[in-house]
């Protein structure tokens, strides 16, 4: 029974993206009015909710791999129902929330809500790229280093996306929508976080087989770097904390790759 309770995790972690799902949906668009009348399109703040049931994914799934390594029960169903489980909560989530943000941005435009559909499905680019990453993972796992991932983790892409949201909502600048809601921003997201994914790029691990500062000393260094954005920036902090992540292992690959 104890050797379940990583899974018990993971499931838990589905359960947070089935959630994120569903109010990432509902409702599309928000029309309201400003104080001069003129009316305009808002995101709705069911999709903050999204973002917030994905962090929560996020933790959760962080902590399934831990307890796994500290039981000492690791197994093949695990390592399934986990990569199942983050196609869910960092591919399809995700990709939901940028459907919303695409369809807000193009309606927007004049006749906007009579655009075509097929200008919102590049945003399930993101849950393809996840699961062929996730799949690649799975058969490479045997032979491949636990200090470096080769491409972008699909839960790093999963949080930049759920951020957007967060920062819309909670940092009042007006350069804010004005970029969240440019469809071409938006286009190039979904573009970069996918080839970032399936890329055979040498990214940090954030594993610790031990806590000696000489082996660990990128993974301590993109930490407090992150306590302190978070405490400056706050929700702004996190694509730049996973911007920065992505350079930092790029950068000073020879550390750990």
């Given at each position: 029974m104890v050797k379940q309770i990583p899974n018990l995790f993971t499931l838990l972690n589905l359960v947070f993206g089935c959630m994120a799902c569903v109010a990432a949906l509902q409702p599309g668009i928000i029309m309201a009015a400003d104080n001069n009348g003129q009316l305009y399109y808002d995101v709705p703040e069911q999709i903050w909710l999204a973002s917030l049931f994905i962090m929560a994914g996020a933790i959760v799934d962080y902590f399934d791999g831990l307890l796994a390594r500290l039981l000492k029960a690791s197994s093949a169903m695990g390592r399934e129902l986990d990569s199942l489980s983050d196609v869910v909560?960092?591919?399809?989530?995700?990709?939901?929330?940028?459907?919303?943000?695409?369809?807000?941005?193009?309606?927007?435009?004049?006749?906007?809500?009579?655009?075509?559909?097929?200008?919102?499905?590049?945003?399930?680019?993101?849950?393809?790229?996840?699961?062929?990453?996730?799949?690649?993972?799975?058969?490479?796992?045997?032979?491949?280093?636990?200090?470096?991932?080769?491409?972008?983790?699909?839960?790093?892409?999963?949080?930049?996306?759920?951020?957007?949201?967060?920062?819309?909502?909670?940092?009042?600048?007006?350069?804010?929508?004005?970029?969240?809601?440019?469809?071409?921003?938006?286009?190039?997201?979904?573009?970069?976080?996918?080839?970032?994914?399936?890329?055979?790029?040498?990214?940090?691990?954030?594993?610790?087989?031990?806590?000696?500062?000489?082996?660990?000393?990128?993974?301590?260094?993109?930490?407090?770097?992150s306590i302190v954005l978070l405490l400056f920036l706050q929700w702004l902090a996190i694509p730049l904390i996973i911007l920065i992540y992505v350079l930092l292992s790029l950068f000073f690959k020879k550390l750990f790759a």
């Open positions: 909560s960092f591919g399809v989530a995700p990709s939901l929330i940028l459907y919303q943000f695409l369809r807000l941005s193009w309606a927007q435009e004049e006749q906007g809500l009579d655009q075509s559909v097929l200008l919102l499905w590049p945003a399930f680019l993101l849950p393809v790229a996840a699961a062929w990453r996730l799949a690649r993972f799975n058969l490479n796992q045997a032979t491949s280093s636990s200090s470096y991932f080769k491409g972008l983790p699909v839960p790093a892409a999963g949080l930049f996306v759920a951020s957007l949201p967060l920062v819309y909502w909670e940092v009042n600048q007006a350069w804010v929508p004005a970029l969240l809601l440019n469809a071409v921003f938006l286009y190039s997201v979904i573009l970069v976080l996918a080839a970032l994914m399936i890329s055979q790029l040498p990214i940090l691990a954030f594993k610790f087989n031990s806590f000696a500062w000489k082996e660990n000393k990128l993974r301590y260094g993109i930490l407090l770097l």
